[in-house]
């Protein structure tokens, strides 16, 4: 099972500049609101960013409620990324807790 970070670890990670966050949320809802920076990752675009992603590259994934983000971490982890965490709570937990930390379109 993925590591899972609260979102004050998360926070520590976003203002660290070197982790890439990836949000697996559906494309209305990354338009809508999301982690600064964060990149969509679905079905559409998974092969091209296993293509291009450095395996070293630390992620943090997150989903809507901290769920289906621990499948898709378990996932690029067996695809060989060597930091890859969940982020516990999701987008919903996160908008609430770091309002300043979240872009709208
Ligand atoms: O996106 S979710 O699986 O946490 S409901």
Redesign the pocket.
């Known amino acids: 099972m993925a590591e899972r970070i609260s979102p004050e670890e998360g926070v520590i990670k976003l203002q660290s500049g070197n982790t890439l966050f990836v949000d697996?949320?559906d494309p209305t809802s990354h338009q809508e609101a999301r982690i600064p920076g964060s990149l969509l990752l679905n079905q559409t675009n998974l092969e091209d960013f296993l293509a291009a992603t450095d395996r070293q590259q630390p992620l943090v994934v997150y989903?809507?409620?901290?769920?289906?983000?621990q499948g898709a971490s378990d996932y690029l982890a067996e695809q060989g990324f060597h930091s890859v965490v969940s982020l516990d709570g999701?987008f919903e937990y996160w908008r609430q807790a770091h309002p300043e930390h979240v872009d709208s379109e």
């Open positions: 697996v949320r989903c809507y409620h901290g769920h289906s983000s999701g």
